[in-house]
């Protein structure tokens, strides 16, 4: 059984400025929900339109599944509903789910953490909200829900009880970062890193730190900020914390001297890393259950975040030994033959030069078993304007460094990349991921590992789905740790 989330009457006061009618408050919910095929029973459906489908359609089908409310738009005919059902009418379906929000986040006492950055907000949101679990009841986004809309649906979902929240936050462009923090109101902010991502939307990489800083905007009163002390674009970002008052805390993976929490040594393994780390002037030495210097990076944001809202920080190095990557952010399966399967690395969520260059490293860390080899299968990195054609090609020194067997491509701008590469290196090219999965499966061979990543429009997802797929003669599982 769900505890509580929202009573009638604190919905129909947190919505009383948008509401066209005026429902009964008898009820209460144990959830939201924005799509049917998430909804549990005692949530309140929010029926958003879309550029598909509008959420209207959908709020039969919600009541029939036990929902305990809709939100839904001033225009919505309510012809087929029960009579009991209750509905939420407003004049912006999406500006009273913000209402919601902000009423979530006044009524809380929680330590609110939030955290923005090129590469690593998801990871480092799930790695944090797991080591503050530890010290006491700990809310956060789920998956990705970064947007304006995953944002103000995952505040709307924050506990009363709760005394930690954890928040990511994304954008494309100038402005909506800033947006989104006013809402959370944080009072710890996290920045991972600033990499080109995003950065055709951008004139330069300058205004694009300058976007990923307006999260400091929004931190309250003598609140905190944990800034990357080993990134190109550090004294901009703390200019801006100054500015704000805050008080400044900086990590540095490169155990750089003036960073204020950093690696004294840090041994990455082919499936995990262990460092020791001075986090002030407290040792610490923990294990991360996944492998690369990035993720070393953001356990210190981690652990640093932690320090800041006064949680237990041997718990939380304890916890960070359980994370093992995500789906589609370092997730490893072991597939085929039990004596000699295929392991597969899933880095198939979204890319940027940055997260692809952590990626090959990665790779480059597996050690080679039998005939294996290392191989890469890369999807087109999108947004990456002007610069898309040199960044694409610029890999190529990756591959090599991180000693890669074979470079499978994948899209047009992965063909400068194909182009590039060193002749020892250089697999098919495929115009679509249809073609890297023939080309993947022509390709494969006993103890080969495989990595796979793209950003989300090149649709290595797929790749990775269907060499799951193809190799179904033992059930797929984890890669022992």
Same mark, same amino acid.
């Given at each position: 059984?769900?505890?509580?989330?929202?009573?009638?009457?604190?919905?129909?006061?947190?919505?009383?400025?948008?509401l066209?009618a005026?429902?009964?408050?008898?009820?209460?919910?144990?959830g939201?929900?924005?799509?049917?095929?998430?909804?549990?029973?005692?949530?309140?459906?929010?029926?958003l339109?879309?550029?598909?489908?509008?959420?209207?359609?959908?709020?039969?089908?919600?009541?029939?599944?036990?929902?305990?409310?809709?939100?839904?738009?001033?225009?919505f005919?309510?012809?087929?509903?029960?009579?009991?059902?209750?509905?939420l009418?407003?004049?912006n379906?999406?500006?009273?789910?913000?209402?919601?929000?902000r009423?979530a986040?006044?009524?809380?006492?929680?330590?609110?953490?939030?955290?923005?950055?090129?590469?690593?907000?998801?990871?480092?949101?799930?790695?944090?909200?797991?080591?503050?679990?530890?010290?006491?009841?700990?809310?956060?986004?789920?998956?990705?829900?970064?947007?304006h809309?995953g944002?103000?649906?995952?505040?709307?979902?924050?506990?009363?009880?709760?005394?930690?929240?954890?928040?990511?936050?994304?954008?494309?462009?100038?402005?909506?970062?800033?947006?989104?923090?006013d809402m959370?109101?944080?009072?710890?902010?996290?920045i991972?890193?600033?990499?080109?991502?995003?950065?055709e939307?951008?004139?330069?990489?300058?205004?694009?730190?300058?976007?990923?800083?307006?999260?400091?905007?929004?931190v309250?009163?003598g609140?905190?900020a944990?800034?990357?002390?080993?990134?190109?674009?550090?004294?901009?970002?703390?200019?801006?914390?100054?500015?704000?008052?805050?008080?400044?805390?900086?990590?540095?993976?490169?155990?750089?001297?003036?960073?204020?929490?950093?690696?004294?040594?840090?041994?990455?393994?082919?499936?995990?890393s262990?460092?020791?780390?001075?986090?002030?002037?407290?040792?610490?030495?923990?294990?991360?259950?996944?492998?690369g210097?990035?993720?070393?990076?953001?356990s210190?944001?981690?652990?640093?975040?932690?320090?800041?809202?006064?949680?237990?920080?041997?718990? !939380? =190095? $304890?916890?960070?030994?359980?994370?093992?990557?995500?789906a /589609? *952010? #370092?997730? +490893?399966?072991?597939?085929?033959? &039990?004596?000699?399967?295929?392991?597969?690395?899933?880095?198939?969520?979204?890319?940027?030069?940055?997260?692809?260059? !952590? =990626? $090959?490293?990665?790779?480059g860390?597996?050690?080679?078993? /039998? *005939? #294996?080899? +290392?191989?890469?299968?890369?999807? &087109?990195?999108?947004?990456?304007g002007?610069?898309?054609t040199?960044?694409?090609?610029?890999?190529?020194?990756?591959?090599?460094?991180?000693?890669?067997?074979?470079?499978?491509?994948?899209g047009?701008?992965?063909?400068?990349?194909?182009?590039?590469?060193?002749?020892?290196?250089?697999?098919?090219?495929?115009?679509?991921?249809?073609?890297?999965?023939?080309?993947l499966?022509?390709?494969?061979?006993?103890?080969?590992?495989?990595?796979?990543?793209?950003?989300?429009?090149?649709?290595?997802?797929?790749?990775?789905?269907?060499?799951?797929?193809?190799?179904?003669?033992?059930?797929?599982?984890k890669?022992?740790?």
């Amino acid at each position: 059984m769900r505890d509580v989330l929202w009573h009638g009457k604190e919905v129909l006061a947190a919505l009383q400025a948008h509401l066209t009618a005026s429902p009964g408050a008898d009820w209460q919910a144990q959830g939201l929900a924005i799509d049917t095929r998430d909804l549990l029973a005692g949530d309140i459906f929010v029926a958003l339109p879309g550029e598909k489908a509008h959420g209207h359609d959908y709020v039969a089908q919600a009541f029939q599944d036990g929902a305990a409310a809709a939100l839904v738009g001033a225009d919505f005919e309510a012809a087929d509903l029960d009579k009991d059902a209750v509905l939420l009418p407003v004049d912006n379906v999406l500006a009273a789910l913000e209402s919601l929000a902000r009423a979530a986040r006044k009524r809380s006492a929680a330590q609110i953490i939030a955290i923005t950055g090129s590469v690593g907000k998801t990871g480092t949101k799930a790695s944090l909200a797991d080591a503050l679990a530890k010290s006491g009841k700990t809310h956060a986004a789920e998956r990705s829900f970064n947007n304006h809309i995953g944002v103000p649906l995952s505040l709307a979902r924050l506990p009363q009880d709760a005394e930690y929240g954890v928040f990511e936050l994304g954008m494309n462009h100038a402005g909506e970062i800033a947006a989104l923090v006013d809402m959370v109101r944080p009072h710890c902010a996290i920045i991972t890193t600033i990499a080109a991502a995003h950065i055709e939307n951008f004139p330069s990489m300058e205004a694009l730190a300058a976007a990923k800083a307006e999260i400091l905007s929004g931190v309250e009163s003598g609140g905190s900020a944990v800034l990357p002390f080993d990134n190109a674009y550090f004294d901009a970002l703390r200019k801006e914390a100054e500015a704000q008052a805050l008080n400044i805390v900086s990590f540095s993976a490169e155990g750089r001297d003036g960073a204020d929490n950093r690696v004294n040594r840090a041994k990455l393994h082919a499936t995990c890393s262990c460092v020791t780390a001075m986090m002030g002037a407290q040792p610490v030495t923990y294990k991360i259950g996944a492998p690369g210097i990035h993720l070393v990076a953001n356990s210190l944001a981690v652990l640093s975040a932690v320090q800041l809202v006064g949680a237990d920080l041997a718990l !939380a =190095a $304890l916890s960070l030994a359980e994370h093992d990557g995500m789906a /589609g *952010r #370092g997730a +490893r399966y072991r597939l085929g033959a &039990d004596n000699a399967p295929i392991t597969l690395i899933d880095e198939s969520y979204n890319a940027n030069p940055t997260s692809m260059a !952590a =990626a $090959l490293e990665t790779l480059g860390l597996t050690p080679r078993k /039998g *005939r #294996g080899r +290392r191989i890469a299968v890369l999807g &087109d990195m999108a947004e990456l304007g002007d610069d898309a054609t040199q960044l694409h090609a610029a890999l190529a020194d990756k591959t090599e460094s991180a000693d890669i067997d074979l470079v499978i491509t994948c899209g047009a701008l992965m063909q400068h990349l194909h182009n590039a590469l060193p002749p020892g290196r250089i697999g098919a090219h495929a115009e679509d991921h249809e073609a890297a999965l023939k080309i993947l499966r022509d390709e494969l061979q006993d103890d080969d590992v495989v990595m796979i990543k793209g950003s989300n429009a090149s649709r290595m997802g797929l790749v990775v789905e269907g060499l799951i797929d193809l190799l179904t003669d033992t059930p797929q599982q984890k890669e022992a740790r």
